[in-house]
């Protein structure tokens, strides 16, 4: 199983990119998956995740900007960014669990139990 990201960018400060996860198998079984980010020099950190019930959650840093969101039919998950910050500049990964995660594991967004990730997209945000 592959997950190939796409649509990350340069933008200035609020404008919107919307990157994309192409999955290699069917998203019926995808488990928890997620989108999550990492600058240079921090740690790796969850942004968004979406659990087999369609529940979304999200980083409070991005409540009210990002929507993440999966397409049954085209095997993709999708991040959508509006009022982009410089904050927000980082690579992004997506990732699948393909399995159930321990109880609170794709609410809080945790990094543990992903059996696949990207190769991730950079996403830059100017002043």
């Known amino acids: 199983v592959r997950l190939v990201e796409s649509g990350g960018g340069s933008v200035q400060t609020g404008g919107s990119l919307r990157p994309s996860c192409t999955i290699s198998t069917s998203l019926s079984d995808s488990g928890c998956m997620g989108w999550f980010r990492q600058a240079p020099g921090q740690e790796r950190e969850g942004v968004a995740t979406i659990d087999r019930d369609g529940s979304a959650y999200y980083a409070d840093s991005v409540k009210g900007r990002f929507t993440i969101s999966q397409d049954n039919a085209k095997n993709t998950l999708d991040l959508q960014m509006n009022s982009l910050k410089p904050e927000d500049t980082a690579m992004y990964y997506c990732?699948?669990?393909?399995?159930?995660?321990?109880?609170?594991?794709?609410?809080?967004?945790?990094?543990?139990?992903?059996?696949?990730w990207g190769q991730g997209t950079q996403v830059t945000v100017s002043s």
């Open positions: 990732a699948a669990s393909f399995a159930f995660l321990p109880r609170g594991y794709c609410q809080n967004r945790k990094l543990e139990g992903y059996a696949r």
